[in-house]
């Protein structure tokens, strides 16, 4: 708490803050308050790998595992130069990692909703999904079935009151003609007469639009930071500020990883390894053992990226060419991809082609 966080830097009071460094193992979000309550009284942060700490402690003849040895195991790590240095840029990744995977909730929220709205007008209004041409997750549909939530109430709606309506939500695209095909639809609908299912659509509809609402001020959000960080991740063809931001907010500090193939295993596109005596598997999986928003975000970019660039669209049809499945030849895109953007961050340039 804010007393303990005081008490702790009172310990510093005498001490010069530029001749002083604080250790700090990496602990996920536990550590993330500290640091940056830190960091915003000027302290210089050293981040610590616990693989670290554990080669120093296993280095020792006797294994123990306590608060106090822990201590000096850090301040070891501190005088040996085994840590990395918390930056302006690392704070921001922090709010940015933390954004980033609220939004993957809230879109996954929004998306539940929509699944169980479908559920709704199969029950209500079956037919209407033909008329919006099987997407039913438009502005004039929404507009329409926030008002008139059922076929029968659509059913029983004067001609000029739907003609209105659809006409001012679809921006003049749907005119009379078409709100006499919908009512004439809903006349012949085989759904059934339950009120209590307008109700559902209603409010699934306003918790579709609210979380959208959220979303677009999420982006706002996600865009102010990419724009601060001037990351050279965005210089990759088809890659976005919503994609570049899980990217980089995912990895993090670049330096944690020595080789490409190190962050290729973090994000979970490594091959799984089968192998027992003299067998050894040809055919695996990827190990989907890393971050999931990672590997979601480099096979998207993957995707993306052969139709954007000349490079990555050879090696792409090159693969698609020796007989191998769409999702395998985008497997091969994503590990080209991760190699490039290892490169790209670790030396800090831009993507040229």
Known sequence: DNQGFNLFINTFKDFDLSNCLVGLESTGIYGDNLTTFLFEKGFKIGRINPIQTDSLRSSNIRKTKNDKIDTFLIAQCLMLGHYTLITEKDIQLIKLKTICRFKFDVKKSQSKSKVQLVTCLDIAFPELANFFNNNLHIKSSYALLSKYPTARII?????????????????????????IALKELAKNSIAMDNPAIGIQIKMLIEQIQMLEKQIDLLDIEITNIMESLNSPISSIPGIGNWLGSIIISEIGDITRFSTSTKLLAFAGLDPSVRQ??????????????????????????????????DTFYQYYTTKLAQGKSYLNVIGHVSHKLTRVIFKLLTTNTTFKN
């Open 276 to 309: 027992s005596g003299n067998f050894n598997a040809t055919n695996t999986k990827i190990s989907k053992r890393g971050s999931k928003y990672l590997r979601y975000a480099i096979n998207r970019a993957a995707q993306l990226i052969i139709w954007n660039d």
């Open 155 to 179: 059913a029983n709606t004067r001609i000029d009151a739907l003609t209105n309506l659809l006409y001012s939500a679809s921006k003049g695209h749907f005119k009379q003609d078409k709100a």
